[in-house]
Each structure stands twice: as structure tokens, then as C-alpha cells.
């Protein structure tokens, strides 16, 4: 008897889970595997054109390359993030108070999409957690950079 | 009865671990490094390859000559401020053996651009600052462009190559070559891999041994 209520209760606890995760969250349950996905292709990415100078755990280098983790210059900022990642930087540049001036190499050959993958990667790692950001965003924002 | 056999055999276990360890110990200090380069041998006397004599500029204005490293043993490489690919891991990891060594007088450090035009003296002075290197002990040095491959290419035995077509148009090998006290080449590490440089270090340790 005791068995039945304990299988039946067990039961219950499934379905409810079940429908709990499907029930009218799908949109936002796939754009969390989106933001996933981005975020790991990001760091692949991340690792392969910017770690070499911002270091892997997002640190810089002393005073010539300029941290991210903790990057007063990512905020409100993306607009110019997407646009140096693209045409890379020159002169100084002052980043949580310290002045910087190490030219930053252009990446002509990142895509709108690698370079969402790249932004989505630096805004959710090192304590930021901003959410996605976009291919069209990114898109937009490579429509507005300066003609250099 | 077994209790002894086992007492014996316990003790023999150790008796043969103290002289795997004593053994360990002994081969570790007779390690000796390698004299890397062409040698010749002269009536029994071999004479090694050694680095030919220099006179570059440091970010100082000063010049740096085989004089500069007068009884020290010293790290050398090729890079230039702009690369965009490798020389910043080098640096990175330079800088690991500059935090080990700085107070170490009998070490020094040579770094040499293989882009003088842009890397003026200036430019290497901002950018040594920035890394937090000390001239007296870390020199980033200019000069004469033919010069500074040609030491790379047959004093250090590293490729200093312009090439157009790589990002930054140079190709070079990340090599870090280690130089003794009598101007000979005891090593040469990959200095873009962190592992290499941990066994450059020991290394170090081991040649610095050479002449206490």
C-alpha cells in the first residue's frame, strides 16, 4: 500500500517537472541553448584571436594590454566593443583608470556572427552575466563603427 | 615467523627506495646542460659555438654589447612591439622569468626587435615601462636590421624571416635561447609554451649551479 502512494507521489513529481520545463517556456529555453552555444563557440574563438594579449582568465598584461574581466570600458559600451574587435584600435585608451597604448590588431576576417560569439563570450565570463549578444545587433553596430 | 618475513621485507623495500631516492638525487646534481652549435675540435681542445660579438641600443639610448652581460648568463629572443600573434605570449611568459630573476644580478635579459624601423628607441622604452621591466636588467634593444637577423640567424640559431603575407609581415620562431657566462648556447626553449619555459628555469638554475 505504502509502495503504491510513494510510486504514485514519485510519479506525479516526474510529470510535474516535465511540464514544468516544457510549459510555455520553450522561446526562452532555446535562447538559453543559444546563449550556450555562443558563449562556448565564443571562447574557442576568444582563445584564438584576443588571449594572446588580454590573456586567457581575461587579466591583460601589466600596463600594455588592457584587462576585460572587470572592464569599466565594457559598459554601456558594445557598440565600440563590436567596432575594435573589428578594426582593432590605436592610441591610448584608458580602461578602469590606467591609460593604454598598445595598437589593437584589426580582425578583418571575424564574421558578424564570430564576432556576436566573441561579445556573448566577454559579457557572460569573469562575473558578467549581460545576456546575448546578437548577430543583427552586432550587424547594426558594424554599420555604425567610424570609417577608419 | 611471518611477522619477520614481513619486518624484512619492509625494511628491504626501504633500504631500496632510499637508494632509488639517494640515486635521484646524485643524477640530479650532476645534470649538466648541453653546448648547443657547431663545435671543432682543436688538439683535444674543443672549442663550442659561441655568440659572435654585438653593439645594439636599449630603450635606454645605451649601447648593448657581450660587455653589457659580463658574468651574467642571460635570455635572448626576437620580437617586435606591433606583432600581433605571438610575441605577446612571449612577453608574457619573459615576464614570469623577469619576476624570478629580477633581484639576481648573475641574469639578464636581451630582448631584440626584429622591426627596428618602427621599434625606435622610444617606442621600446614605452613599451618596457609598460611591462614594468627595468632597463639595467631587461634590455629591448634596435640597431641595424641585417645585424639583428644575422645574430639571430647564426649566433642564437633562431629564424628572424620578413614575410608580407603573415599578420604583422615577420615570421619568427618564439625560440628562447639560453647563453652562459663564456658567451655559448646552453639551451633553446619555446618561449609560447608555458611548460617550456618552467624547464628553461630549472635549467637556469642548474647552468647558474655551473659557478658557484
Not at chain 1, 582563445?47 to 559598459?75: M, V
Not at chain 2, 609598460?130 to 644575422?150: C, M, N, P
Not at chain 2, 635561447?177 to 639551451?187: F, M, P, Q, S, T
Request: hydrophobic content about 35%; some cysteine.
Amino acid at each position: 500500500m505504502n509502495k503504491t502512494v510513494l510510486a504514485l507521489t514519485y510519479l506525479s513529481v516526474l510529470l510535474v517537472a516535465c511540464t514544468g520545463k516544457t510549459k510555455g517556456v520553450d522561446a526562452s529555453a532555446s535562447e538559453e541553448v543559444k546563449l550556450e552555444q555562443y558563449i562556448v563557440v565564443g571562447r574557442t574563438l576568444y582563445l584564438q584571436h584576443c588571449s594572446s594579449c588580454h590573456q586567457k582568465n581575461g587579466q591583460g598584461l601589466a600596463r600594455l594590454y588592457p584587462p576585460i574581466a572587470g572592464a569599466d570600458y565594457l559598459e554601456n559600451n558594445i557598440e565600440n566593443v563590436v567596432c575594435n574587435i573589428k578594426n582593432g584600435l590605436n592610441g591610448p585608451l584608458v580602461v578602469n583608470g590606467i591609460e593604454y597604448n598598445q595598437m589593437m590588431p584589426a580582425n578583418h576576417k571575424l564574421t558578424p556572427l564570430e564576432i556576436a560569439e566573441i561579445a556573448t563570450y566577454i559579457y557572460n565570463s569573469w562575473g558578467r552575466s549581460d545576456g546575448l549578444v546578437g548577430v543583427l545587433d552586432v550587424e547594426k553596430y558594424l554599420r555604425g563603427c567610424q570609417a577608419k | 615467523m611471518l611477522e619477520k618475513e614481513m619486518n624484512n621485507r619492509v625494511s628491504g623495500l626501504l633500504a631500496f627506495m632510499s637508494a632509488v631516492m639517494l640515486l635521484g638525487c646524485d643524477l640530479q646534481s650532476e645534470k649538466k646542460l648541453p653546448y648547443l652549435g657547431r663545435r671543432e675540435v682543436n688538439n683535444s681542445d674543443t672549442i663550442y659555438h659561441t655568440i659572435a660579438d654585438f653593439k645594439f641600443v636599449n630603450q635606454d639610448s645605451n649601447y648593448v654589447t657581450q660587455e653589457t652581460f659580463r658574468d651574467q648568463i642571460y635570455v635572448s629572443d626576437f620580437f617586435f612591439t606591433t606583432c600581433p600573434t605571438i610575441c605577446p605570449i612571449m612577453k608574457t611568459q619573459m615576464l614570469r622569468v623577469y619576476e624570478k630573476y629580477k633581484d639576481n644580478p648573475q641574469v639578464g635579459i636581451l630582448s631584440h626587435s626584429i622591426d627596428p624601423k618602427h621599434d625606435t628607441v622610444a617606442v621600446l622604452r614605452s613599451f618596457a615601462e609598460r611591462l614594468g621591466a627595468e632597463s639595467d636588467k631587461w634590455h629591448f634593444v634596435t640597431g641595424e636590421k641585417e645585424e639583428i637577423y644575422k645574430m639571430g640567424q647564426t649566433s642564437y640559431m633562431v629564424s628572424a624571416v620578413e614575410d608580407p603575407s603573415e599578420p604583422g609581415g615577420f615570421i619568427h620562431s618564439g625560440a628562447f635561447i639560453l647563453v652562459d657566462k663564456e658567451r655559448r648556447v646552453r639551451g633553446i626553449y619555446d618561449g609560447t609554451l608555458a611548460d617550456q619555459v618552467d624547464v628553461m628555469m630549472k635549467d637556469m638554475e642548474i647552468l647558474l649551479k655551473e659557478y658557484e
